[in-house]
């Protein structure tokens, strides 16, 4: 009588023992896993968490931008407040598109060669169709008729295009250098950009710093001479933004946000 309780007692320890042990082993892989796709994938996951916090596109994007560079600067996160759901409404381009042209613009300041000027015109353009390629379209409208999975898509592998393009970017021809040389000439002896003019014309209405000065260079041209949305148009967008937008840090407030977004609740 003793031996068979003793018999299974052992029997049921030893499955109780199995059951943890095979919780144990099924934590340790998923914790493995998930500390495996964080180091590859750093970028990635920063750029989720900032939009789960942040909310919207451009900003969530250039935040993950200045982070991954170790940059402190919330102007640029201001000012790229009103590029989310696309330059002044979502006909125009991506948040995730402009945020990172207006970084390339950033970091490339103090432009003082026509060489330089074309090296920055590059990346950007490069950008632009890496952006195309990978989404099908650089319009937030076509993009967001595929629901809000599709912008998460977009926000979240921004950084594969750009990364691409910045570190890559596809070469223009001589002939089309040389065009790009007589323009940027020409544009300097007029003092002809389109974005800085209007800025500049802002002082005293609103504080136009260095910042958005730099942010706003890469739109010359339609977004970097492609003949896209005018950039007197986007600067005043900037210039907007500089003075109305607030930068969200809530996960709850935006997953409310979200919840009234997925029953196109205003």
Request: with cysteine.
């Amino acid at each position: 009588m003793k031996r068979n309780e003793i018999n299974k007692s052992r029997r049921s320890l030893t499955r109780r023992d199995f059951t943890k042990k095979s919780v144990l082993a099924i934590s340790a892989a998923c914790t493995a896993g998930l500390i495996g796709y964080g180091f590859l994938n750093t970028k990635k996951l920063r750029t989720i968490d900032n939009v789960r916090r942040m909310g919207h596109c451009a900003p969530s994007v250039i935040k993950t931008l200045l982070d991954i560079n170790d940059i402190h600067n919330t102007n640029l996160v201001l000012y790229a407040g009103a590029m989310a759901g696309g330059i002044a409404g979502s006909e125009m381009e991506c948040g995730a598109l402009t945020a990172p042209l207006m970084f390339i613009g950033f970091r490339n300041n103090n432009l003082t060669t026509i060489s330089e000027k074309i090296d920055v015109i590059t990346k950007a353009q490069s950008y632009v169709n890496e952006f195309t390629s990978f989404n099908g379209t650089t319009i937030c409208d076509t993009i967001r008729q595929g629901g809000m999975p599709a912008c998460m898509k977009t926000i979240r592998n921004f950084n594969k295009p750009f990364s691409k393009a910045v570190k890559n970017p596809a070469l223009p021809s001589d002939e089309v250098k040389e065009s790009y040389a007589l323009l940027m000439n020409n544009f300097a002896d007029n003092k002809f950009h389109c974005a800085h003019n209007v800025l500049k014309n802002l002082y005293g209405n609103f504080t136009i710093t260095q910042e958005i000065i730099d942010a706003s260079w890469v739109f010359i041209g339609g977004i970097s001479l492609l003949n896209r949305t005018c950039d007197a148009l986007t600067a005043g967008v900037l210039a907007l933004s500089s003075v109305t937008a607030k930068i969200e840090n809530s996960y709850s407030r935006v997953s409310r946000m979200n919840r009234l977004l997925r029953h196109q609740n205003n």
